[in-house]
């Protein structure tokens, strides 16, 4: 958890809370229906906050050889193209897109806002980067899911969507499912069978069903 900074003669709590409200009374929100995208250049100079929902971070545009998939859970805190910190330019997805994987809130705030902010109350800064250190640790999080085997990632991200939905059928067919496992519709198929043969889930035509959230559970632990 982000400890607060001590206050110095500088600035106080006053100072910073008025700061604070001030930002959030520039933030402006929005909804993002599932399958809905939102390219980089929409998001220059902004940072974007993912209140609720599941959305994925699409490092390269469609059709690339390679593209890259990060997964971003409820709440994360994003850099958007060209976002100003510290005098340098930070850009976490700077030719990709967002794509809502499931129904998803968001916030937006100008950097321009936060940096006007920060001139006011330095210690601001101090804490944004302590969300941006945050915003980091997840993607450690995520190198190590990527190193998992392919059924217990296959089993977190179906935990992650049912998290989301609270439904024990997912609506997502098997060519939903590659681009968020980074890897191919085939794969996904033979990964979902050995899920089904251990009794976590069943399948139908263009949805998964948990039957096990438990053994889903177990299997997502797995090496």
Request: negative net charge; proline residues 4%; glycine residues 4%.
């Amino acid at each position: 958890m982000l400890q607060q900074p001590q206050l110095t003669e500088a600035w106080s709590q006053r100072e910073l809370e008025h700061a604070c409200a001030w930002l959030c009374s520039r933030l402006s929100y929005g909804v993002l229906p599932a399958d809905s995208v939102i390219w980089a250049e929409e998001l220059a100079g902004e940072f974007i906050i993912i209140l609720e929902g599941i959305v994925a971070l699409h490092k390269t545009r469609p059709g690339d050889l390679h593209s890259s998939f990060s997964r971003w859970l409820r709440p994360h805190l994003l850099v958007a193209k060209n976002a100003l910190w510290s005098g340098e330019p930070r850009a976490l997805f700077p030719d990709g897109y967002l794509e809502a994987i499931t129904s998803s809130r968001y916030a937006l705030l100008n950097t321009a806002d936060i940096e006007a902010a920060i001139d006011q109350v330095p210690v601001l800064r101090e804490i944004l980067c302590g969300l941006m250190a945050n915003a980091a640790q997840f993607s450690i999080h995520d190198l190590s899911f990527r190193q998992r085997s392919q059924p217990a990632r296959m089993a977190r991200l179906l935990l992650d969507l049912w998290d989301s939905s609270r439904g024990h059928c997912l609506p997502y067919s098997h060519r939903k499912l590659a681009p968020l496992m980074d890897t191919q519709r085939e794969t996904v198929t033979v990964t979902l069978h050995v899920l089904r043969d251990a009794g976590a889930i069943s399948l139908q035509r263009r949805r998964i069903e948990i039957v096990d959230l438990d053994k889903l559970h177990q299997l997502a632990e797995e090496a």
